[in-house]
């Protein structure tokens, strides 16, 4: 019998969340569930390694709880853990083991292999509540740092006719794909970088990321939009506000209005 070993860590950062995503991807975990301030991570136990996550979680300087889950139990515990998010009236997202819902006016079917970019977190959340205010019409937009690819792909959705999704971890950019072959996507392209592409404008640029990428990557992605066009951010704390819209301010960026989620911002820009 091949039960899973279920990692939990509580109060981290986003930040934290990702590097520990990032790198227990790498050792074997196949399932993420992600909230405000915790991760829960799944690994089959014939592949836990005791030693491993306590080096990565040493590395963070964060402690783990160890839970053993019965194989008879893991998929009802997986789809209880996956709920269905629904963004006000306008999208629904839902796994293919969801009955659909009809009250919303899109609706995007992901394979939940993560939580990050599925609309759990508040910063993916006010990114899909944004985007309901933008005109995607006929647009070009750049998703930096895809993730699962819900937000390229409610980009086609809403009419956009070119999206490029970049990630730096080949994982997401596979998960993303899948996503949006199960959505019947086909205006995304997506591409495995670690830097902003300067080969062309867009009309739209979308960034969910973190306060740290998205300073270290803001004149870039200045330098990729096209004139009186918009920029969207989040990955944000409300404290990050200020030092964004300095940064943002120097680069001739205006600020269009803020959204705030449980202590998360999403911030929309034009220059």
């Known amino acids: 019998m091949n039960n899973y070993i279920q990692i939990e860590f509580q109060n981290i950062s986003r930040e934290q969340s990702e590097i520990l995503v990032a790198d227990l991807s790498e050792s074997g975990y196949e399932g993420f569930e992600e909230d405000e301030n915790f991760l829960k991570a799944f690994i089959p136990e014939n592949l836990f390694d005791e030693s491993s996550i306590k080096k990565i979680a040493g590395q963070l300087n964060i402690s783990f709880n160890k839970t053993i889950i019965q194989e008879t139990n893991w998929n009802e515990v997986w789809e209880s853990n996956f709920q269905p998010v629904i963004v006000d009236d306008f999208v629904v997202i839902r796994a293919d083991f969801h009955k659909p819902i009809l009250s919303t006016k899109y609706e995007i079917v992901i394979t939940p292999k993560m939580s990050f970019g599925t609309g759990h977190h508040a910063t993916t959340y006010m990114m899909m509540q944004q985007m309901r205010d933008i005109d995607f019409k006929g647009k070009s937009v750049f998703d930096f740092g895809t993730g699962t690819g819900v937000l390229a792909i409610l980009a086609e959705k809403l009419g956009a006719n070119e999206i490029l999704g970049t990630d730096n971890d080949e994982w997401s950019i596979r998960n993303s794909k899948e996503n949006i072959e199960r959505n019947e996507c086909n205006k995304v392209e997506l591409k495995l970088l670690d830097v902003v592409p300067q080969e062309k404008q867009f009309d739209i640029i979308l960034a969910n990321i973190n306060k740290n990428v ?58």
Do not use: M, P, V
Request: hydrophobic share 45%; aromatic share 2%; with cysteine.
């Open 214 to 271: 998205i300073l270290e990557n803001l004149h870039l992605l200045s330098k990729q939009l096209k004139k009186n066009c918009i920029l969207l951010l989040s990955g944000l704390l409300i404290d990050d506000k200020n030092d964004i819209l300095q940064a943002a301010e120097k680069l001739g960026l205006k600020l269009i209005n803020t959204i705030e989620r449980n202590n998360w911002l999403s911030i929309r820009l034009s220059n």
